[in-house]
Nanobody
Framework: QVQVAESGGGLVQAGGSLRLSCAASGRTANMYAMAWFRQVPGRNLRDFVAAIKWGTGNIVYANSVKGRFTISRDPAKNMLYLQMDALKPEDTAVYHC????????????????WGQGTQVTVSP
């Protein structure tokens, strides 16, 4: 079992930046990949944002955030980060951190372990 917990959300104006963090604990030695998803309130759907392979650092981004968001990890600290720049009002959502021990992908089904999420609100 792996536990993950997000932090760093908040309110920011359009064009601004935020950095989200995700702390992993438990059986982190078995982690294969971690990712960020986001969910807009009222929608029963989590959208893929970015993912990273824990060992190799291979990265994939959603087209909507490519060039604006940067995912990174610190394996020594079991930390995952999402640097979000040039934020837009449509980036407003609850951002969830996810982890898995065997798979790497862009779908919700690829990840077994999820955090509660952190709210990001971008004002016009």
């Amino acid at each position: 079992q792996v536990q993950v917990a997000e932090s760093g959300g908040g309110l920011v104006q359009a064009g601004g930046s935020l950095r989200l963090s995700c702390a992993a604990s438990g059986r982190t030695a078995n982690m294969y990949a971690m990712a960020w998803f986001r969910q807009v309130p009222g929608r029963n759907l989590r959208d893929f944002v970015a993912a990273i392979k824990w060992g190799t650092g291979n990265i994939v981004y959603a087209n909507s955030v490519k060039g604006r968001f940067t995912i990174s990890r610190d394996p020594a600290k079991n930390m995952l980060y999402l640097q979000m720049d040039a934020l837009k009002p449509e980036d407003t959502a609850v951002y969830h951190c996810a982890a898995d021990s065997v798979s790497f992908g862009t779908s919700v089904a690829s990840y077994d372990y999820w955090g509660q999420g952190t709210q990001v609100t971008v004002s016009p």
